[in-house]
């Protein structure tokens, strides 16, 4: 047996292992959060304060509202208003407090969606009242009109009866399911474009594996001519990043006042996001500025300029792994314990290379014959900055599903959100099952399509450069 029969056995394995995975244990979505909105109309036109409870808890006999299960809601003007909120979609029970100023109040309706789609209730659910206070209903009206007595009045449902869990649950399976098809036939996909190109896609790891100890001399060559002539020397290639964490810090802990999560001081967690990305954009900007700048031996005949790329990355390396070792001392100062999930770091060093050369070969080989390619990409990256969560945690931010969705189709995010998880969150890479396949499968295709256009493109570029 040949080492190409081999190597497409044991890739066949693997596929066939993720697939059963993916079928018995990812789930890219999940039951997430329910459109809650009800139309209040009352008696009154002072201005007046409503509040929102809600419960998860099972034990509908002993449920205890929060102030982290309570939203307010303030109407200044008008006697009608629609309130909204999203709550989670597991909800036990809702109890609504109306404002003492009215007299009168009136529930014009209760409506519960998800993914913009009405939740089916019956009416008569609604009211089916789990508890009252300081509330008279209006007993010979067909809607729910209320006199307010007292001085705290309220409504509550149970509404674990509402059917809200079961189809919201209903959607998501069949949503997932959608998923899984379309991930299964795209892994399996690529398994027959991989055995059928075998010999093309396998060519430039080969050649960045044969050519290792060059890469190393000339990287490491790369990264001490970066800085040559100036009085400090390699040591400007630590300042700039330092000096960029210290002026964020300042920003956005003194200026305004933003907490670390958990007990980890925000200048770590900041710290955590901020070195991923500055590895990504500066290994990105230097592969794909590195046919220009290696234009000398890009025409000589004999060699081998696909290690090109590969060269900037690795002699960009070289800055990271001292920021991650950087990072790790500060956390160890700052009194927090070894931990195991930090080996989790040399991965997401690997992800992050892999993705990045795949999008070096890109752009490489297009900057080749258009320049403005690297102001574009330098435009990018600092938009990039602030759509990735560095700055901001995407676990509080609230957002709405479809940019969230979007937020975390960037492979940067999987990358960023890996280094938090192993030095902050302490979550293994297998927890994350999704987002796991998702990232390796576009860095895989990321890879291969960098591989095909720069094949494609390297006769010409003697010629252009």
């Not at 789609?117 to 009416?123: G, L």
């Not at 435009?379 to 990735?388: A, D, P, Q, S």
């Not at 979550?427 to 796991?436: D, E, G, H, N, S």
């Amino acid at each position: 047996m040949n080492k190409k029969t081999l190597l497409i056995i044991v890739t066949f394995v693997i596929a066939c292992i993720i697939s059963c995975g993916v079928f018995l244990y990812v789930k890219p979505i999940k039951n997430g959060k329910v459109d809650v909105a009800i139309n209040v109309e009352t008696d009154s036109d002072q201005p007046q304060n409503y509040q929102l409870f809600f419960s998860l808890d099972s034990n509908l006999e002993q449920v205890k509202y929060t102030e982290n299960q309570k939203i307010d809601f303030v109407v200044d003007d008008g006697k009608e208003k629609s309130l909204s909120t999203e709550l989670p979609s597991n909800l036990s029970a809702l109890r609504f407090d109306f404002d003492s100023k009215a007299n009168v109040a009136k529930i014009n309706g209760i409506t519960i969606s998800y993914s913009g789609k009405v939740i089916p209730i019956n009416d008569n659910c609604k009211k089916k009242y789990d508890c009252i206070n300081d509330v008279v209903i209006d007993e010979d009206s067909n809607d729910n009109t209320y006199e307010l007595t007292g001085e705290d009045p309220f409504v509550s449902w149970n509404v674990s009866d509402w059917g809200i869990r079961e189809y919201v649950q209903l959607r998501v399976n069949k949503i997932n399911i959608f998923i899984k098809i379309v991930i299964l036939t795209l892994l399996w996909l690529m398994f027959i474009i991989f055995v059928i190109h075998f010999d093309a896609l396998m060519q430039f790891p080969i050649e960045i594996v044969g050519n290792r100890t060059l890469i190393f001399r000339l990287s490491l060559n790369d990264f001490k001519t970066r800085f040559a002539g100036s009085y400090l020397g390699i040591v400007w290639a630590f300042v700039q990043p330092v000096v960029t964490i210290l002026l964020y810090w300042f920003v956005f802990e003194m200026a305004f006042h933003a907490t670390g999560v958990g007990n980890v001081p925000f200048a770590l967690w900041l710290t955590c996001g901020l070195v991923p990305w500055f590895f990504f954009s500066e290994a990105l900007m230097g592969g794909t500025s590195s046919l220009i700048e290696y234009q000398y031996l890009v025409k000589k005949v004999v060699f081998q300029i696909d290690i090109l790329p590969v060269v900037k990355i690795v002699s960009s390396l070289y800055v990271h792994v001292f920021f991650v070792l950087l990072t790790i001392a500060l956390f160890l100062v700052s009194g927090m314990g070894i931990s195991l999930y930090w080996l989790q770091t040399i991965y997401y060093s690997f992800c992050a290379v892999v993705i990045t050369l795949g999008l070096a070969y890109i752009t490489s080989s297009v900057t080749a014959f258009f320049r403005d390619l690297t102001q574009i990409i330098n435009v990018l990256l600092t938009v990039g900055t602030w759509l990735t969560p560095i700055m901001w945690n995407f676990d509080t931010a609230n957002l709405p599903g479809v940019v969230s969705i979007v937020l975390t189709a960037n492979p940067m995010f999987y990358i960023v959100q890996g280094y938090r998880d192993s030095l902050v969150n302490h979550i293994w890479f297998w927890q994350r099952p999704a987002l796991t396949l998702y990232f390796w499968m576009t860095a895989v295709i990321v890879f291969c399509l960098g591989t095909v256009i720069y094949r494609r493109l390297k006769v010409h570029f003697a010629d252009v450069l």
